[in-house]
């Protein structure tokens, strides 16, 4: 599966808060979850362990997006970007933990990103 494979398959399973924060919103946050993904810690947890590492890492999202978003102040916004965030970061923990290989992917999706930028 390539990247851009893994960013459809999010973007199908997303509910229709996709369709408020727009595609690219979506794949920003999707790509900023890869690259901030602690894999090494957690193929080295458990379940729950795994669920209480993506909770930070979805909330580290939702600052960094807060804090780039033109329109901070918005109630709305927070609330939309903080439920697209929480619904990303679980459906790539899903994809994750659905197949080894995934792992392996993720993995490379990283590399790639940090050698590219």
């Known amino acids: 599966m390539s990247y851009s494979e893994l960013q459809e398959h999010v973007w199908s399973k997303l509910s229709l808060r996709k369709r408020l924060a727009g595609r690219a919103a979506c794949d ?13 810690m957690m193929s080295r947890s458990n ?15 939702v600052r960094n997006e807060q804090h780039n978003s033109v329109t901070v102040g ?7 970007l903080s439920a697209l965030v929480s619904e990303i970061v679980k459906l790539l923990l899903a994809w994750w933990r659905a197949r080894s290989d995934n792992q ?3 993995r490379g999706y990283q590399l790639e990103m940090r050698d590219n930028g």
């Open 28 to 40: 920003r946050i999707l790509r900023r979850a890869v690259r901030v993904l602690p894999i090494g």
């Open 47 to 61: 379940n729950p362990e795994q669920d209480h590492l993506m909770q930070h890492v979805a909330a580290d999202i």
């Open 74 to 80: 918005s109630i709305l916004l927070t609330i939309i």
């Open 104 to 106: 392996l992917l993720l």
